[in-house]
């Protein structure tokens, strides 16, 4: 990607270490405010009618909305702060394997488009939801077989539950107004614009595999091998289905014979000890 090496030999050095747990640190900080001082959230939130009126801290303070609708029950907190500890993870991980830029350039992508997709309802609220998930996709995308407990107990591969959010993708997409429509294409972009190529290449790749196996099968449907073959005669056991075939133990390999020459036959071992 020569496009991408040159911005991040440009622009790599304002790339911000550990993004996702300053972003979580920013939650952290803005759910204290509400319990503690009655905070009201809503000065974060990004309303684009609002940004047009000159409130244009609100295109980044959404990022810091933390994920509470209501009060916080104990069960509640106990999910956000493990939410918040995978955001944590995952997005480390993802760091460590693109770098610092690419990682700092895949969440403000994801930011960027869901700003503007914003914009074409700018009566409505943006949510930071769907871009969270996005880090979640890229994660399992990378590393399938990772394993979370559920409840502590249960081993799930990511994989699954991956599936389980794209499905959850879908029916918001499906069912919801059209500011949640956008918001899950500014999210969906976001991961096809880093994975597109891969999953293209999985795709073809995935259709050579099945081609090559069909042509496979269908070879060995219409000429299958057989398993057993006198070593005299040639028969085998497709063109004799019903002969009980032998192999003799005094011949080298173990060679096999029909009934007629099993016990009628040069052994192979005492031919090689002739010549």
């Known amino acids: ?19 996702s747990l300053w972003l979580v640190a920013g939650q952290v900080m803005v759910l204290a405010a509400m319990l503690l001082a009655q905070f009201d959230v809503r000065i974060l939130l990004l309303v684009p009618g609002w940004v047009l009126e000159g409130q244009i801290w609100r295109l980044f303070t959404f990022l810091l909305v933390p994920p509470v609708s209501g009060p916080l029950s104990m069960a509640g907190a106990v ?3 493990f939410g918040w ?3 944590v993870l995952m997005g480390g991980a993802l760091e460590s394997y693109w770098g610092t830029f690419r990682y700092n350039l895949f969440i403000f992508t994801g930011w960027l488009l869901t700003v503007a997709v914003s914009f074409l309802t700018p009566g409505s609220p943006a949510s930071n939801a769907f871009l969270a998930g996005t880090v979640f996709l890229a994660f399992a995308f990378l590393n399938p077989d990772f394993e979370l407990y559920i ?13 389980l959010t794209w499905i959850g993708y879908a029916f918001s997409f499906a069912v919801g107004g059209w500011s949640v429509k956008l918001a899950v294409l500014a999210a969906t972009g976001n991961f096809f614009l880093f994975f597109g190529r ?9 259709k050579r595999r099945m081609g090559w196996q069909a042509r496979k099968f269908a070879a060995e449907a219409k000429d299958p091998e057989a398993r057993h073959t006198c070593k005299v005669c040639g028969k085998t056991d497709l063109s004799h289905p019903r002969m009980d075939f032998r192999y003799c133990s005094k011949c080298a390999n173990d060679e096999c014979y ?15 000890k002739k010549e």
């Open 79 to 81: 999910f956000l702060a």
């Open 1 to 19: 990607m020569p496009l991408l090496n040159r911005l991040e030999r440009l622009f790599g050095r304002f790339a911000v270490q550990n993004l």
């Open 198 to 206: 891969d999953l293209w290449a999985l795709a073809t790749g995935g």
């Open 151 to 163: 409840f502590f107990i249960l081993p799930v591969k990511i994989k699954w539950l991956a599936l």
């Open 85 to 87: 500890y995978m955001f």
């Open 258 to 272: 029909c009934p007629e020459h099993i016990f009628d036959h040069v052994h192979v071992a005492a031919e090689v």
